[in-house]
């Protein structure tokens, strides 16, 4: 079935007046026709997503729906052994032992860059993949001579670009797999019309970025973009291989970053399609070695014990932060003054003993037990704890899957970015999208800066009694667009069948 443009329009129409249930019945048997029903034949895709717990999560999440929607897709995931992400391969592993559609070949343990490089991630990955280019060519060539279901394309992360190279020499059409927004994805595109050298500094002007109606200050853009350790160079090159993509699939949904996309089509007619095809969340949770089933207990039960949306959550990503011992007090009396229930997930580093007592105030794990206010735990799992009825309000440092997460659960935000991308997140959901609270929008770990304990009070008392009802509207935006005759779902049969286009 082919959807003209006015069944979309009317798709939209019914989504914002809130009807969409009356559209689903009536595409529900169809849709499945216009994914299923146009190839007989086995396909493959091959995805190579970067080693990040946080690319691999929304990477598999993706592949997972492409073969609960058509029965005749497979997916061959290369895997690239990371030692900076321990946790992948127990993740990996869960998705696989259900998936039988699916299934990992492990490149080779490669050499690793200089550490230096470390300075710079997008620097280190870049020649990651370099050295694992011909090991990358040869598993392909062997995929393609060893069975018969016909690979139709690459499915590759934004730090994966490189391998389009690989694909051309192969014959096999690559596609872009972004596990960050639109915003995000301008920038990129921005990069295209500058020069090589043209390293970005923190007091440059407020800059014009397609895919945002406000002016971006220099100061919240990702850390690569003002390295000149190589940083900046490996996201320009980046960039100029968008436009060699079949296609740019993005984990976002058109409700929320339409007039984004819009905008990049008008600012570059030459640009792929782009297909919004989230939010792609991992509802389950991701494995982690760190937290045994007591533990799991010990935070749900003392979650049941709190009022509803009570209780602020305080997590800074699946790689953790260490932040100082100053910093850390001033969070601790931070939440002291303001009253707020709380859960704070805090990363503990290794070879340390009784960490807590070392830096938080004196008294304050006294003060936390004699309230019942407070629980500091070593790891949460997020998402089984966002989605708890007690949790109101959420301090994030701002990684896309977290916001997500945020939306999905409906909890409001209170950014706090740390690294990568985040603070250019931080600044799309507080100033162009309005749905999060702003404590920071522009802190960068490592930076000499310490976030006073006033700064947070306020920042939390604002999160926990402001009612954001926009973001309860987008809740439920975001999950109507992965439903059966949602805009992601659209989206997805969309893609599929350019993808079996190509078979």
Same mark, same amino acid.
């Given at each position: 079935? =082919? ?28 849709? =499945? ?47 690239? +052994? ?81 391998? $389009? ?79 060699? @993509?079949?296609? $740019?699939?993005?984990? @976002? ?77 001033? $969070? ?14 805090? +990363? ?109 009070? =306020?920042?939390? +008392? ?42």
């Amino acid at each position: 079935m =082919k959807f003209n443009q006015t069944s979309i329009k009317l798709l939209h129409y019914l989504q914002r007046h809130q009807k969409l249930h009356l559209l689903q019945s009536l595409f529900l048997k169809e849709g =499945k026709k216009m994914v299923v029903s146009e190839m007989e034949k086995k396909a493959e895709l091959i995805f190579i997503p970067s080693p990040d717990i946080g690319h691999l999560v929304s990477s598999l999440e993706f592949a997972k729906l492409l073969i609960n929607t058509h029965n005749n897709i497979f997916i061959t995931v290369l895997c690239i +052994k990371f030692p900076h992400t321990p946790f992948s391969d127990s993740y990996i592993k869960s998705v696989l032992n259900l998936q039988p559609q699916i299934k990992l070949i492990d490149l080779p343990q490669v050499e690793s860059p200089p550490k230096e490089l470390l300075i710079s991630p997008p620097c280190y990955i870049k020649a990651l993949m370099h050295t694992l280019t011909p090991h990358v060519k040869s598993t392909i060539q062997t995929i393609l001579s060893s069975h018969s279901n016909h690979v139709v394309g690459l499915v590759l992360d934004l730090f994966c670009l490189s391998m $389009i190279d690989v694909g051309n020499e192969l014959g096999i059409p690559s596609y872009l797999f972004l596990t960050s927004n639109v915003g995000f994805l301008g920038f990129m595109l921005s990069l295209q019309n500058r020069r090589v050298d043209d390293v970005f500094n923190d007091y440059d002007p407020e800059l014009l970025i397609p895919g945002f109606t406000n002016l971006v200050p220099s100061s919240v853009l990702p850390n690569a973009a003002y390295s000149k350790d190589g940083g900046y160079e490996a996201y320009y090159n980046l960039a100029r291989r968008i436009n060699d @993509t079949k296609g $740019i699939i993005v984990n @976002t949904f058109s409700d929320l970053e339409q007039y984004s996309i819009d905008a990049l089509y008008d600012h570059d007619e030459k640009i792929p399609p782009i297909y919004a095809v989230g939010p792609l969340l991992d509802l389950k949770g991701q494995p982690n070695p760190k937290l045994d089933q007591s533990q799991l207990d010990l935070i749900l039960r003392w979650l049941d014990k709190q009022p509803n949306k009570s209780v602020v959550f305080l997590c800074f990503g699946s790689m953790g932060v260490s932040f100082g011992p100053s910093q850390i007090r001033e $969070i601790a009396l931070g939440l002291k003054h303001s009253g707020v229930r709380f859960l704070w997930a805090m +990363k503990s580093p290794p070879r340390t003993n009784n960490y807590e007592e070392k830096r938080l105030p004196e008294g304050f794990l006294e003060w936390m037990e004699l309230e019942g206010k407070g629980m500091i735990c070593g790891w949460a799992p997020q998402v089984e704890v966002l989605a708890h009825k007690a949790i109101g309000g959420f301090v994030s440092h701002c990684g896309w899957n977290s916001i997500l997460e945020s939306m999905w659960f409906g909890v409001p935000i209170l950014t706090w970015p740390i690294y990568a991308e985040q603070q250019l997140n931080a600044f799309r959901m507080v100033k162009e999208l309005g749905l999060a609270v702003e404590l920071r929008v522009d802190y960068r770990i490592g930076s000499k800066e310490i976030v006073m304990a006033e700064e947070i009070e =306020k920042g939390l +008392k604002n999160l926990m009694e402001k009612e954001n009802i926009l973001l309860k509207k987008v809740q439920e935006m975001a999950r109507n667009a992965v439903l059966c005759g949602g805009s992601s779902f659209i989206s997805v049969g969309k893609l599929i069948n350019i993808m079996i286009g190509s078979n």
